[in-house]
């Protein structure tokens, strides 16, 4: 195959980590980029090497005037869906940040462009690359936890951190705010652990506790603008999925407490913390805790060369994206169960089940 030929839709911070990646393959070319700010774009192609010709002000028309045979869409969450879509109905193939949209309904369009077109579809969780998510997988699998009866599901929280772009901030380009900016790893590494178990019902609580109050204290996070503050700062939910397993998923961007500790799963056998992995067990007549040294590797290098890799045979995603539907079905019953104070049923489409 000749060079792969990659094009950027939405030339902001995240575009630069995957540019950066991109340039360390040989046989990648970055050919063209798109944002709606002319400047953003310009200096984004200056920076990497596009040439001129190569950018543009309307992805559609880079779409429709460059020969791709990729696209990494690097824009805010809810213009995820769009670029997405018309990537794969042109041929090309798309690597999508996360979180996959800003709906279950998109994310299922998006699946059902990518199954029309034969092309790949990858959500960009390079966490899916991190040796302890991996272990902790393989250990799940090989039933030395037992049966699996209960997870905590979260990244840790922040004190303070609400991120100060428009893009997280701002309910039309974010769609929703901390759940689906770092709710959405909590999710999908856990989901990944565990082996993508079935969610059943939902009962769920968001926050916008912080967020909107302009003499809130900012130390060690960003500025933010609370007049411009249009989502959720705080979730805590209760997912019960097939088999009786239980899961709490809690995240905040901003909050009066240190922390929320860290992802755990129990299983009548042991249970096993991440970050760092430890393992919890009773052996030889002890209670034995296992921490594991695994390498050092760079996950963002990892998801660019596994989709460019992916791109070169023609398939199949390196992440299957029937999993992050799915994710982004647990999302959607997330809010739906916030806005009505109850339970409600996760409702998934035909194409994730079987
Ligand atoms: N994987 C990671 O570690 C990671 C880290 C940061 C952000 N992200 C994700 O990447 C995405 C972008 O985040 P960011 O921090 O780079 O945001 P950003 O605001 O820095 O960049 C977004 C860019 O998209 C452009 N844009 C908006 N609408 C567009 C359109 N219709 N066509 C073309 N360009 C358009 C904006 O002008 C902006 O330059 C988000 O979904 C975010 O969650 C992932």
């Given amino acids: 195959m000749a060079k792969v030929k990659i094009g950027i839709i939405g030339a902001g911070g995240i575009a630069n980590n995957h540019a950066h990646y991109y340039r360390q393959i040989t046989d990648v070319e970055l050919v063209a980029v798109a944002d709606i700010v002319e400047e953003r774009a310009v200096s984004f192609a200056q920076r990497w090497g596009i040439p001129p010709e190569g950018v543009f002000t ?176 705080f979730v805590a939910a209760f997912i019960r999925f097939e088999g009786g397993l239980t899961m709490v998923l809690k995240e905040s961007w901003a909050m009066h407490a240190d922390a929320l500790g860290s992802s755990f799963i129990l299983g009548t056998k042991g249970g096993l913390r991440l970050s760092p992995l430890e393992v919890y067990r009773d052996e030889w007549g002890y209670m034995t805790n296992t921490t594991l040294k695994l390498p050092q590797v760079d996950i963002y290098r990892e998801r660019i060369r596994s989709f460019v890799e992916a791109v070169k045979r023609g398939g199949p995603s390196p992440i299957d994206p029937r999993e992050i539907v799915v994710e982004m079905f647990i999302i959607d019953a997330i809010y739906e169960s916030a806005r009505k104070g109850r339970e409600v049923e996760v409702k998934l489409p035909s194409e994730v089940l079987g």
């Fill in 58 to 233: 309307d992805y559609i028309k880079m779409l429709d005037s460059v020969e791709l045979d990729a696209v990494s869409v690097c824009t805010p969450h809810a213009v995820h869906a769009k670029p997405t879509i018309e990537a794969l109905k042109r041929g090309v193939h798309a690597l999508v940040e996360k979180p996959m949209a800003s709906s279950g309904a998109e994310a299922l369009e998006m699946l059902r462009a990518a199954k029309a077109s034969g092309k790949i579809l990858m959500v960009g969780f390079q966490t899916r690359w991190s040796p302890e998510l991996g272990a902790a997988r393989k250990i799940v699998a090989s039933g030395a936890l037992g049966r699996i009866y209960y997870a905590e599901a979260t990244l840790g929280g922040r004190r303070r951190g609400i991120p100060g772009s428009p893009t997280f901030v701002k309910r039309e380009l974010a769609g929703g705010g901390v759940l689906l900016d770092l709710g959405c790893y909590a999710i999908d590494n856990l989901m990944f652990v565990l082996g993508h178990p079935r969610p059943l019902t939902i009962s769920a609580t968001v926050e916008a506790a912080i967020g909107k109050q302009r003499e809130a204290v900012v130390e060690g996070g960003w500025p933010w603008n609370p007049e411009e503050f249009e989502v959720e700062d």
